[in-house]
């Protein structure tokens, strides 16, 4: 993904078609969910969502400025000393663990972009390791977004077990076009990489010809790239990395006339109980749901890939998350996991382009990345979804835990904190229990509050809705629709329980509810010392229980 200064398709695509409703993706109905939703259905008349007014706290002063290191995420990748990143490139095993790059600008808007390095041992604590793929030192220009891979079989004459980067470049005279994919390769395990050659040039001459993701194919002991054209994703092979060859293409305008980031993967499918079935395939794009009455944001379709075509199960995919901050996310397996194809592993962006040249300065960082997730594939309610979730290990990234009390709420009758429960940072798990035969009208979370701020998290029991409300979440948020807009997604409700993990950090807020049914991410704008929680309800009671905050 580009991210100079000089205008491109890109930001266009993204904001032709203006501001964003209420939405009800499919993607987030909950497993075996409503009938409406499952068949396809965009919206509830019964499901808008009802902010509740607790808490709203006169409001104070605002707080007294605090350095700017303070501000800075805990436990997320954030561009360092000011500077920005945007779009991760796919982590790859090393002998240590695991490296990660992301696309970096100390001078933005000006200068472009390089590929900046992040290495860790358990994908939860990174370490920030500098430039491995500095910009504009070929005649070609800066580096985009691509991706890497580990040639064990020295199929690109670099050396067995070299790194291969392909990634977009500007490319201004590479035979005339622009956009092309250029070979970088590393023989120091991803530190630094040295320039080969444009090896897929933009013969056709379209202005999308970006984002290349490539993979291993053993069925046809080939590579594997996709590639973000107008209108489609072509998929392109090699048996060296350096001389492609087109091999067909997917179409659809439904998320925007360019799909970028993509990822074509393959996992097993589970179904209710936990039995797997057929393997399935996993094409996912970073898309425009504007038409949808969403936002940006990440979407896929499951089908299967025979080497050359990837065919959709259905042309109407899913969304990810239903957040406003979740794109260019990349998905990658661990190859020495048991069984590589149980689950795989996802980051991405956590911004908007309808905002994020809005965003303030002041924390000293610009742009971040979410956490690690962990992503299933499961059949359920006759609808094969990605389920997203926080990794087992995620807990490692706080060092305080209080646990709260089993209590049942009713509306008057708050949920009752465990002293030491406010945070800055921090992680609360619960469960909810229905109380008799239905669940009460509502219940809010609300978190970061403080100082006439909070970001809550809402969800209409009834209805099978989830949604989460950032506009009150602090200074200096950007005033467009695309960031004040309250989104919704559907999780069912029917079984009479249902779960909440909550990952706050300093400048972000990730919700994943009912093991991953329904995922909501966005960034917040909340002071540091806004650190209130408050959990009511409003219609009914509800049985709190399991609760936990780690900070």
């Given amino acids: 993904m580009m991210v100079d200064s000089t205008p491109y398709s890109r930001r266009a695509t993204l904001r032709l078609l203006g501001t964003t409703t209420l939405f009800f993706p499919l993607s987030a109905c909950g497993e075996g969910g409503a009938a409406g939703m499952l068949a396809g259905a965009t919206s509830s008349p019964n499901a808008t969502p009802i902010p509740f007014p607790t808490p709203m706290p006169s ?32 982590p790859i095993r090393t ?26 041992t358990d994908l939860i604590t990174w370490r920030d390791r500098d430039v ?20 064990t079989d020295n199929t690109s004459g670099f050396g067995a077990g070299a790194i291969i980067a392909l990634a977009t470049m500007p490319a201004n005279d590479a035979a005339g076009q622009n956009q092309s994919c250029a070979l970088w390769y590393s023989l120091d ?57 087109y091999a067909s293409g997917f179409f659809s305008d439904l998320v925007g006339s360019v799909m970028e980031c993509s990822h074509l993967f393959q996992l097993h499918l589970y179904d209710e109980n936990g039995v797997v079935g057929p393997d399935k395939w996993v094409l996912l794009v970073g898309g425009n749901g504007t038409a949808q009455g969403f936002t940006v944001g990440t979407y896929y379709w499951v089908g299967d890939f025979d080497g050359t075509t ?3 199960d259905t042309m109407t995919g899913q969304w990810l998350d239903s957040g406003a901050d979740f794109y260019a996310a990349v998905v990658w397996a661990d190859p020495r996991a048991a069984d590589p194809l149980a689950s795989a592993c996802t980051i991405g962006w956590m911004s908007n382009w309808d905002y994020a040249n809005q965003l303030s300065t002041n924390a000293g960082y610009r742009g971040q990345l979410s956490i690690v997730r962990q992503l299933r594939l499961r059949r359920a309610g006759g609808i094969t979804r990605l389920l997203s979730t926080p990794l087992a290990e995620q807990n490692g990234a706080f060092d305080h835990m209080v646990a709260g009390t089993d209590q049942v709420i009713s509306e008057g009758a708050d949920y ?30 609300s ?56 990952l706050v950090d300093a400048g972000s807020i990730e919700v994943f509810v009912n093991e991953g049914a329904a995922v909501l991410s966005e960034l917040i704008t909340a002071p540091l010392n806004s650190t209130e929680l408050h959990l009511n309800t409003a219609g009914g009671s509800v049985g709190v229980s399991d609760v936990t905050i780690r900070s």
């Fill in 59 to 90: 409001p104070t002063p605002m707080p007294t400025a605090t350095p700017t290191a303070d501000l800075r995420p805990r436990y997320h990748i954030a561009a360092p000393g000011g500077g920005w990143i945007n779009d991760p490139q796919r």
């Fill in 95 to 120: 002998a240590d663990g695991w490296t990660l790059w992301a696309l970096f600008n100390p001078t933005y808007p000006n200068g472009g972009t390089s590929w900046r390095r992040w290495t860790s």
């Fill in 310 to 312: 990837f065919t959709a």
């Fill in 189 to 245: 395990e991803g530190a630094s990489f040295t320039f080969h050659a444009i090896v897929l040039p933009n013969y056709p001459g379209n202005k999308p010809f970006r984002d290349p993701t490539v993979f291993w194919h053993e069925p046809t002991r080939r590579w594997v790239l996709t590639l973000s054209e107008e209108g489609k994703i072509g998929i392109y092979t090699s048996s060296d990395l350096k001389s492609w060859s």
């Fill in 447 to 502: 978190v970061r509050g403080g100082g006439g701020y909070f970001t809550q998290v809402g969800l209409q029991l009834r209805d099978n809705a989830v949604f989460l409300k950032r506009d009150r979440s602090g200074p200096n948020a950007p005033d467009v629709d695309a960031w004040t807009k309250t989104r919704t997604a559907g999780c069912d409700f029917t079984d009479g329980t249902a779960t909440i993990s909550l």
């Fill in 132 to 151: 491995a793929i500095p910009r504009n030192t070929t005649p070609f220009g800066d580096v985009w977004t691509g991706s890497t891979v580990r040639d």
């Fill in 416 to 445: 009752m904190w465990p002293s030491g429960a406010g945070f800055f940072a921090g992680r609360i798990d619960l469960t909810l229990t229905r109380v008799g035969d239905s669940w009460p009208t509502g219940l809010w979370l």
